[in-house]
């Protein structure tokens, strides 16, 4: 499964889909499945009822291809729906005409007002697919997968109603526009032929376009994994170094970001391995000013089993991991040090370093960061410092980070005096 780690299923993690929201969708569906069946099954081949139950099954999985796919096919068609309820609503009339006339069965007394209630998550499943993409990012291969899939429910519709009366009634619209007369323009199979075409050319490819540029490509997950797989070491360092430096003013989200990954991290990665997680770094230290990635200090208790347990659960997940000597190009002793991103924009999010716990020198640095927060004027200081660096080291991290050096030793060295624990 998509972003899944080995072991671990997303639906008892806490996920970046809130269990709220995956409840309420999921009770609506228990109610309305059963609904519909009593009438026909058929009626769970209309295009909105299959992304209701698509949509249903990548909040759980947390999958963006589910998830982009309903979005791709159904998102304008149920705004539309939307809009012509609204105008019902205000304007008083129980028909209105077509390209509308979406929701004339809303206000069709004959039909119970359960069985229309229940109708109306078309108000609110395209804003839970909007935000399901702006979490776990748009997955572009949805036009291909939602093309194929309303060819396969426009073929079973015509295939399996024969009677525009019947009790699914113009099924996704195979026989016509409208819902009381079939359409005698173009032959059925023809009318059929340009449904089929219309779907990717008029609806499906321009939502495409749309997402492409509201949700940028992503790095990580999918397609971005089997082009890192195919790089030497060389290149995937190289090509991490290498990434833009920016500095950022204090965001007080910062704390909670740190919160939910270890969050995410505690629920996903085996407990006897894992112990400490601490937020470190400049963005453990209130108001100043850092490049905007959480620095996260993980203990675990043997680094080759985070190797062989750990690193693919969370390469899985479209982390960057990395075999990180603590000194120097290559010297030891080594930990294993992960980068998650931002599945829209690719744009690093966290750090996470894993060592043992007697690597001093690592858990050295929550002295560093106590005494920055203990001493504001040290904080601004190395904040000048920080700017200075990445004004001059821009694509250059590892110049960035020696520049860094002698002043982060320095007031390591203060910081232990001054808590008592000078070596």
Request: proline letters at 7%.
């Amino acid at each position: 499964m998509e972003g899944v780690p080995q072991g671990t299923l997303p639906f008892l993690s806490a996920g970046k889909i809130p269990r709220w929201v995956k409840l309420l969708v999921t009770l609506w569906v228990a109610v309305l499945v059963p609904e519909h069946w009593r009438a026909t099954p058929l009626n769970l081949l209309w295009f909105c009822n299959v992304a209701l139950l698509l949509t249903t099954a990548g909040l759980w999985l947390e999958s963006s291809f589910l998830i982009s796919t309903q979005a791709v096919g159904s998102l304008w068609w149920m705004l539309l729906w939307v809009l012509d309820f609204l105008i019902h609503l205000v304007a008083g009339i129980k028909t209105t005409p077509m390209p509308l006339g979406m929701s004339n069965y809303m206000f069709d007394s004959r039909l119970s007002l359960f069985s229309r209630g229940l109708s109306l998550y078309h108000g609110w499943l395209p804003f839970v697919l909007l935000f399901s993409i702006r979490r776990l990012g748009y997955d572009r291969r949805a036009v291909r997968a939602q093309t194929l899939l309303a060819w396969v429910l426009l073929l079973l519709s015509y295939a399996l109603t024969r009677d525009i009366h019947g009790p699914a009634g113009n099924l996704n619209q195979v026989y016509g526009l409208s819902d009381t007369e079939p359409q005698h323009w173009v032959a059925p199979w023809l009318w059929l032929v340009l449904a089929m075409l219309f779907c990717p050319v008029g609806w499906y490819l321009p939502t495409h376009f749309a997402f492409r540029r509201w949700f940028p490509p992503r790095e990580g997950r999918a397609a971005t994994a089997r082009g890192r797989h195919m790089e030497t070491p060389e290149q995937r360092i190289q090509r991490v170094v290498r990434e833009e430096i920016a500095i950022s003013p204090y965001d007080p989200s910062w704390p909670e970001s740190f919160r939910q990954e270890k969050e995410h991290l505690r629920s996903c990665l085996p407990t006897d391995l894992v112990g400490r997680i601490e937020h470190f770094g400049s963005t453990a230290v209130p108001g100043l000013a850092a490049k905007p990635i959480v620095d996260m200090l993980v203990e675990v208790t043997d680094l080759q089993a985070t190797r062989e347990r750990i690193a693919p659960a969370l390469e899985a997940q479209g982390y960057d991991y990395f075999w990180r000597p603590t000194h120097g190009d290559d010297g030891p002793p080594f930990y294993a040090w992960f980068i998650r991103r931002e599945p829209r924009t690719g744009a690093r999010t966290h750090h996470i370093h894993m060592v043992e716990g007697h690597f001093a020198e690592h858990w050295d640095r929550l002295l560093f960061r106590d005494y920055l927060i203990d001493h504001p004027e040290v904080a601004k200081e190395y904040e000048g410092l920080k700017v200075r660096l990445a004004s001059v080291s821009t694509h250059d991290r590892v110049a960035y980070t020696r520049g860094k050096t002698e002043f982060i030793v320095k007031v390591t060295e203060r910081a232990r005096r001054y808590y008592g624990r000078a070596s």
